[in-house]
Structures are given as C-alpha cells and as structure tokens.
C-alpha cells in the first residue's frame, strides 16, 4: 500500500521558516516528479512546487518564487519543501502528491496527481 507522510507544519510568525518533510512508502518514486499542493480553507487546492525525478528541474508558483526551495532524496523516497520568509496568505494545509505515472501531464495542475498525502497545517500568524 503506497503512503505518503507529510510533517514539520505548525503555527510561525510572519518572515519565519518551516520546512516540511514527505516520505514515501510502498514503492519507489525516484523516477516520478514530486511536487506540493496547498489548499487554503474554503479554497481549491493550488500548486506550489514541483520537482523532477533527479532533482535537476524545479518549478515554483510565482507568489513562492525566491522563498520556497523544493528538493528530494531518492535513497530516502523523500520530498522537502523549505519554506523561508513565510506570509499569512501561506497559510493552508500543505499536501505531497505524485502521478501516477512519471510520464506525467501538466505538473501545475492538482487533479494531475494521484498519490496524495495527509497533509499538514502551516499557519502564519503573529
């Protein structure tokens, strides 16, 4: 049974950092894009960052640009998102998600993704 375990959200002030950790069980993704979906409350999900197989590509929304950096350990089928600079519009609950296949389609779009994780809260508040 395929899982992905998302953690390290919680409550930061304005201009902290999280960083937020997903790993990955029950097969190996080290061929699949991986990437992070927030949705904010009452809100559709929205991407965040994507990251391919090897690491050597990266694609961020523009609103995280310059703050977020995504990477992935393969040995350990695990995905980061180092979030740096936090704003309240950050606030959300903060999801993993993988294709289903590494031929993947539009990595910006959530309902291309099939594996998904629990998810975990950030919220930046003071």
């Known amino acids: 049974q395929v899982q992905l375990v998302e953690s390290g959200g919680g409550l930061v002030q304005p201009g902290g950092s999280l960083s937020l950790s997903c790993a990955a069980s029950?097969?190996?993704?080290?061929?699949?894009?991986m990437s992070w979906i927030r949705q904010e409350s009452g809100k559709g999900r929205d991407f965040v960052a994507s990251?391919?197989?090897?690491?050597?590509?990266?694609y961020y929304a523009d609103g995280v640009k310059g703050r977020f950096t995504i990477s992935r350990d393969n040995s350990k089928n695990t995905v980061y998102l180092q979030m740096n600079d936090l704003k309240p519009e950050d606030t959300a609950v903060y999801y993993c998600?993988?294709?289903?296949?590494?031929?993947?389609?539009?990595?910006?779009?959530?309902?291309?993704?099939?594996?998904w994780g629990q998810g975990t809260q950030v919220t930046v508040a003071s």
């Open positions: 029950g097969r190996s993704f080290s061929d699949h894009v």
């Open positions: 990251i391919s197989w090897n690491g050597a590509h990266t």
């Open positions: 998600a993988v294709p289903e296949s590494e031929a993947m389609g539009n990595i910006f779009a959530p309902n291309e993704y099939y594996y």
